[in-house]
């Protein structure tokens, strides 16, 4: 545990350093990720001309959407198609022969990667909040160091549950389609289709207790103030729980998948 | 008029070969048309969250805006399959030094590289679209004529040679910049604007997108179909449409004068 630990930092650093290195490839991805603001867009539209739907003025779809924008960027799940490229190709088992397990080594590098897109973004939405009028953040420091909790949460769920995912490769080569249907069934319940406070009644009880939320919903709404200290604390709980569960899972599926890995070159 | 009918035969033997080492995945191609439902069922009930709380967005009622969306996944379908599988390989031919051999062919250089590959697993994609936009024809409930099928078929080619044109303005960038995959990306990034009808945004969003020309692709082939596109468009579309080809045939032109080929 403690060779592991220290082995993060440098493996973090490098990372960083390659997605510095190819910034323009890094900039590009920030940039093509517009689609919640395609939403808010739309969203905008029906304030002015309905008035707000279900109270949400135009103020509040700035903030949510910034903020989504956020964790969009934060989420984990290009390791899907990396263990999927390294299982065709024979690359994992290189990875493999590496004193750092492979999960952690996609973690590493995953991880690099957030902490530009993110050191990019995080200026512009501070500027953003401060320039556009209605865009704000009800912050007071006991909510800004849950968040920043909620933050790490999410990242963490989102990273296992991509983990996860991605050593159903060891079985199928459909790992990145299956990935793309659980994501995009889950994306109705964690906040991206819509906020939640806009779905129907039973997509809201779902995500109440499905782990997708954990990864966008409940970070932005925890910013935003919209939560009480119960429904916090619940949301913390709900995130945790699914952090131990993929966690396990994971131990599992590799422990088995692994003797069935045949690698083809490397 | 028989070296058009040479170019057609060529990628015709192009494709066949395509599609010849293709189905050899099957399970590829079922689970790509089991995927591109889901999205299609994806974007559909996303769009439907607004409709709970209104009526018409800027005069598009839930119906009206599925048009738009089966238009483009038809779009995006035709892009994967005809367009994205080329400019991916962009990369490749220039590191490598392909493009040198493709350059050398007695061939049309733009069309062999542009169009050479086809990936048959998206072959349904555009189909699946076409069939969401009849849906949301028919939910209109309001029918078609004969006029608007025709003006809807006529924007729609226009719709189709701009995503051609954007897509060889990618590649002619990729000579230089050496990164398809990215490129690619920002491709699939301007489509996506147009997931929506652009009357749906507020200016100045809405003027940006119908100049940049977004509104091309969807909104006006969309509005073609549902009756009510101002007339004047159908002669603004081909002119907006042969400007870009023409554009970007200079520009990869332009680009091949500065390529200098890795290996020979």
């Known amino acids: 545990m403690r060779d592991l630990l220290a082995a993060y930092p440098p493996l973090v650093r490098s990372a960083t350093q390659l997605a510095v290195t190819y910034r323009g490839r890094t900039i590009l991805g920030v940039i093509t990720g517009f689609f919640p603001l395609l939403t808010m867009a739309v969203w905008l539209t029906v304030v002015a001309e309905a008035g707000p739907p279900a109270g949400w003025t135009t103020g509040d779809f700035l903030s949510y959407y ?63 909040a401060l320039l556009v009028p209605g865009l704000d953040y009800p912050t007071n420091p006991v909510r800004l ?122 | 008029m ?41 974007a559909v009930a ?40 080329n400019l991916e390989r ?12 493709l350059l050398i062919k007695p061939f049309d250089a733009q069309l062999l590289v542009s169009l050479r590959h086809l990936n048959v697993n998206t072959l349904l994609d555009p189909v699946l679209g076409l069939a969401l936009t009849i849906t949301g024809v028919v939910l209109a409930g309001r029918g078609t004529s004969v006029t608007a099928l025709a003006s809807f078929a006529w924007m729609l080619a226009c ?14 960038l990729a000579v230089r910049l050496v990164a398809a995959e990215e490129l690619g990306r920002v491709t699939f990034a301007f489509l996506e604007l147009s997931r929506f009808p652009v009357d749906l945004y507020r200016n100045p969003a809405q003027t940006i997108l119908t100049v940049v020309p977004i509104a091309f692709l969807t909104t006006y082939p969309a509005a073609a179909l549902l009756g009510r596109l101002n007339p004047y468009m159908l002669l603004l579309a081909p002119a907006a449409a042969l400007s870009a080809v023409i554009l970007a045939t200079l520009a990869w032109r332009r680009s091949l004068r500065s390529y200098t080929g890795a290996s020979a």
């Not at chain 1, 022969?97 to 990019?120: D, I």
């Not at chain 1, 996860?164 to 990935?179: E, V």
């Open chain 1, 66 to 128: 910034a903020a989504a924008t956020l964790l969009w960027n934060l989420s984990g799940d290009q390791v899907v198609w990396q263990w999927d490229a390294d299982m065709r190709s024979g690359d994992l088992s290189v990875r493999l022969l590496r004193p750092v397990h492979p999960f952690h080594q996609y973690a590493t590098s995953n991880l690099g990667h957030r902490l530009v897109s993110l050191t990019m973004l995080v200026p512009v939405l501070v500027i953003a």
């Open chain 2, 90 to 101: 962009m990369t490749d031919y220039v590191r490598l030094g392909t493009l040198d051999f």
């Open chain 2, 159 to 172: 719709a189709v040679l701009l995503m051609y044109a954007l897509t060889v303005s990618m590649m002619a």
């Open chain 2, 46 to 85: 996303g769009a439907s969250v607004y409709f709970r709380y209104t009526g018409a967005v800027s005069g598009w009622t839930n119906a009206e805006v599925l048009v738009v969306i089966g238009l483009f996944f038809t779009l995006n379908g035709l892009r994967q399959m005809l367009l994205q599988p």
């Open chain 2, 2 to 42: 028989t070296r058009w009918m040479r170019h057609v035969r060529i990628l015709g033997i192009c494709w066949r070969a395509a599609v010849a080492s293709e189905v050899e995945y099957r399970l590829n191609f079922v689970s790509n048309v089991v995927l591109s439902m889901f999205w299609m069922l994806w």
């Open chain 1, 145 to 266: 160091a849950a968040t920043a909790l909620a933050l790490a949460l999410a990242y963490a769920v989102g990273l296992t549950m991509a983990s996860t995912f991605a050593l159903i490769g060891f079985w199928s080569t459909q790992t990145t389609n299956a990935w793309m249907l659980w994501w995009g069934l889950g994306s109705f319940t964690s906040g991206w289709v819509a906020p939640l406070a806009l779905m129907p009644d039973w997509v809201r009880t779902a995500a109440a207790i499905l782990p997708f939320r954990t990864t966008m919903g409940f970070p932005v709404e925890l910013l935003m103030g919209r939560l009480d200290v119960r429904q916090t604390l619940f949301g913390f709980a709900v995130g945790l729980g699914w952090l131990a569960v993929f966690a396990l899972l994971y131990r599992i599926i590799w422990r088995r998948g692994i003797r069935r890995y045949q690698a083809v070159a490397g």
